[in-house]
């Protein structure tokens, strides 16, 4: 699986005296270097990853004296592998825990690698990835590709080849690598080098990008061809907060589409609009099937920012519905799209395995009860000419047989969605 060339070696080297070269000159000598000689080739991400990621409900809490139970430690991490294994998420396809930022010591060690913080983590993470791999799980760790973490953790910037050892050292699955303390003009020649390092170690690991969100942030239209090249999947958005208008914020950045990124989604590679936050305190029932209809039908990464400890029943059903989980881990890949939209009301698509569609009718409507909506199978684009049989799939009851024009009636609740599997008959 291994691709190596003399020239990557090289490209190392020029990196690490980058800083002193004319920059737009290396620039260009680094990127043909790299664009000629390699692609991601790890053989993961078939299907959107799924697991448990530390950053939105736990943030950068390292307060383990006074708030022990929510800080960044190997002890949460721990608890929530036991979690993941013992209500059931594992074996639904919940399989990483993802350590996020603020899990480093501030300074590297004498050997200027990469140690985490003796304190929260007195095991250190090989420790860690022993005891997540003994539950059948996969451990997955945040670096970030400039000097330091968005944190203020030490980034990776000119120590690539280093940390890349240094996570295969310890049996890390994954790696989200960062952007801050970068410039816009670095990530193309620098995302790519990881990849390049987390290729030459021999160890398959998950490798996620948020390069495309600062070339979004910075007003442009991320290079996604390049990006899939070397990444798994790719934060290209802002980070979600715990609250409806955020959800509704990226869903709209998808909806939109801008330089048409659903495309470049397939198995080995998926766009991420970042964490799921069913289970948390900002979004309604209703708000947390919207995250869960629209991650599916958007072939989005399902990793969770929750606190499994202490989540309810009602969101636990929603992020272990089979069906919707089917969806979003169906083997085509296929991105699906907002298909239709008026002024509150959206109707989303997915293509699936065996000519079957997902499809997701949303209402951001904030007054009253449902709205209704009529349209048909054809207007959306489903095509099989003996129509459809709808099923219901947060309630799993069968929801009617339809033909490509027959009237089709929705009727979603305010910020709700109604989310169906069409089987073709
Ligand atoms: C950025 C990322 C977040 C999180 C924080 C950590 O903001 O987008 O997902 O990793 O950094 O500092």
Request: net charge neutral; glycine share 8%; charged share 20%.
């Amino acid at each position: 699986m291994l691709r190596f060339s003399n020239a990557l070696e090289a490209v190392h080297k020029s990196w690490l005296s980058f800083q002193t070269m004319t920059t737009k000159m290396m620039s260009l000598v680094l990127l043909v270097l790299i664009g000629v000689t390699h692609s991601l080739d790890n053989g993961l991400a078939r299907t959107p990853p799924m697991g448990w990621m530390s950053w939105q409900r736990f943030r950068c809490n390292i307060d383990c004296k006074d708030d022990k139970y929510n800080c960044i430690s190997e002890d949460l991490y721990m608890e929530m592998a036991d979690h993941l294994v013992s209500d059931g998420y594992r074996d639904l396809g919940y399989e990483y825990v993802n350590i996020d930022d603020c899990w480093a010591a501030k300074q590297r060690d004498s050997d200027g690698k990469l140690r985490a913080d003796p304190e929260r983590f007195p095991s250190g993470i090989k420790k860690l990835a022993d005891y997540v791999h003994s539950k059948g799980l996969k451990l997955g760790i945040y670096g970030d590709f400039g000097t330091l973490t968005c944190g203020g953790y030490p980034g990776s910037k000119f120590y690539e080849e280093l940390d890349a050892q240094t996570f295969a050292d310890w049996g890390v699955d994954s790696l989200k690598l960062d952007g801050c303390y970068s410039t816009i003009d670095d990530y193309a020649i620098g995302y790519p080098l990881m990849e390049f390092w987390l290729n030459k170690t021999g160890r398959p690991i998950l490798y996620s990008c948020s390069w495309p969100a600062y070339v979004v942030f910075s007003h442009k239209i991320p290079d996604y061809a390049a990006i899939a090249k070397s990444c798994n999947i790719w934060r290209n958005y802002g980070d979600i907060q715990d609250s409806w208008g955020s959800v509704t914020d990226i869903i709209r950045f998808y909806g939109n589409d801008s330089g048409n990124f659903s495309s470049f989604a397939g198995p080995g590679n998926f766009n991420d609009p970042d964490m799921i936050i069913v289970g948390d305190y900002g979004l309604s029932f209703d708000q947390q099937q919207v995250q869960m209809a629209l991650w599916a039908i958007m072939a989005s990464p399902l990793l969770m920012s929750n606190d499994l400890r202490i989540i309810r029943a009602e969101s636990k059903a929603i992020l272990q519905n089979k069906m919707a989980i089917s969806i979003n881990q169906d083997p085509l890949g296929i991105q699906g799209k907002r298909v239709y939209m008026n002024n509150k009301f959206e109707i989303w698509t997915r293509p699936l395995k065996d000519s079957r569609f997902a499809i997701a009718a949303v209402y951001y409507g904030t007054g009253g009860g449902p709205t209704r909506q009529m349209t048909s199978l054809g207007k959306i684009g489903l095509t099989n000419q003996n129509g459809y049989t709808l099923t219901d799939v947060f309630t799993g009851q069968p929801a009617g047989k339809y033909s490509l024009n027959t009237t089709l009636t929705l009727r979603p609740n305010p910020s709700g969605v109604l989310f169906f599997l069409a089987v073709p008959q």
